[in-house]
């Protein structure tokens, strides 16, 4: 299955911009179906945005118009770029994996990074 390898969180002002990137380590030519989450203190993890098999994406509303999803050069790579972040966004964010596509044949599991942490300051 693999692991998920997360980077690029960091701190910034409220207006400011961060892109995170998550990689998997394996089966790079299958299409991996990847999404993003994120955790704040005292609070429950929560779904941010996703990309399928088929490239389709999702978001929360809360990130809406200010997230955008996208793949790397391969299906194991994707990148969150996060414009406009805003003190709510501060929280852990984790890259999460529902399975991939490799050619007709479809593998589902779940399977969860490290996280990295985005600080966001008013």
């Known amino acids: 299955r693999g692991e998920l390898v997360e980077s690029g969180g960091g701190s910034v002002q409220a207006g400011g911009s961060l892109r995170l990137s998550c990689s998997i380590t394996?089966?790079?030519?299958?299409?991996?179906?990847m999404a993003w989450y994120r955790q704040a203190p005292g609070k429950e993890r929560e779904f941010v945005s996703g990309?399928?098999?088929?490239?389709?994406?999702t978001y929360a509303n809360s990130v809406k118009g200010r997230f955008t999803i996208s793949r790397g050069n391969t299906k194991a790579t994707m990148y969150l770029q996060m414009n406009n972040l805003k003190p709510e966004d501060t929280a852990m964010y984790f890259c999460?994996?529902?399975?991939?596509?490799?050619?007709?044949?479809?593998?589902?599991?779940?399977?969860w990074g490290q996280g990295t942490q985005v600080t966001v300051s008013s």
């Open positions: 999460r994996t529902n399975g991939r596509r490799c050619g007709s044949a479809r593998f589902r599991y779940v399977v």
């Open positions: 394996t089966y790079p030519e299958c299409e991996h179906d």
């Open positions: 990309v399928d098999e088929d490239d389709t994406t």
